[in-house]
T-cell receptor, first 112, second 112 residues
């Protein structure tokens, strides 16, 4: 079974802090994704990556950046956290050419 | 951008009853997927139906797709308390990338 591991289940940060959310997958998937999930809004795509060192903006990239230095790892970076970035962050991966996503358990981030 | 929209937003039934959730979308799709999310966790892929398919089964799940009406339904037969979760449809557009776009979800509660 594919395993997508997110480094933290819960995270509390202060406004203005730089925040790193880490995601690792163990099935050699080419594609990796970061979504955020908010009540009533569903899942919205922040960034995705088709390959190492590649990144593409999703629907809501403002205030975020990403890094993919290794195939198995995809990091989401909040350069200067703000309260409106309080959310559940979900990482996912998929094999090239496949539309089926495998998700991590999520990181609930609170920015105070 | 939100492509699929689930209906109803919330559904409450008794164990043993059938649960039906619907998803409507706006533009032509390559495929439609359904995912389940248990409270506070990541999403789990349930089933994928392609645009040239009309019905698919997986265990107690039955998915239909009507491309003329741009809609899909997910039927869970003989529901169990363990089916309590949120259910999301996700669409992959025709001629586009392989990235699913998620709806806002249906929250299902199955009472024992």
């Amino acid at each position: 079974d594919v395993k997508v591991t997110q480094s933290s289940r819960y995270l509390v940060k202060r406004t203005g802090e730089k925040v790193f959310l880490e995601c690792v997958q163990d099935m050699d998937h080419e594609n990796m994704f970061w979504y955020r999930q908010d009540p009533g809004l569903g899942l919205r795509l922040i960034y995705f990556s088709y390959d190492v060192k590649m990144k593409e903006k999703g629907d809501i990239p403002e205030g975020y950046s990403v890094s993919r230095e290794k195939k198995e790892r995809f990091s989401l970076i909040l350069e200067s956290a703000s309260t409106n970035q309080t959310s559940m962050y979900l990482c996912a991966s998929s094999k090239r050419g496949s539309e089926k996503l495998f998700f991590g358990s999520g990181t609930q981030l609170s920015v105070l | 951008s939100q492509q699929g929209e689930e209906d109803p937003q919330a559904l409450s039934i008794q164990e043993g009853e059938n649960a039906t959730m619907n998803c409507s979308y706006k533009t032509s799709i390559n495929n439609l997927q359904w995912y389940r999310q248990n409270s506070g966790r990541g999403l789990v892929h349930l089933i994928l139906i392609r645009s040239n398919e009309r019905e698919k089964h997986s265990g107690r799940l039955r998915v239909t797709l009507d491309t003329s009406k741009k809609s899909s339904s997910l039927l869970i037969t003989a529901s169990r308390a363990a089916d309590t979760a949120s259910y999301f449809c996700a669409t992959v557009l025709s001629g586009g990338s392989y990235i699913p776009t998620f709806g806002r979800g249906t929250s299902l509660i199955v009472h024992p």
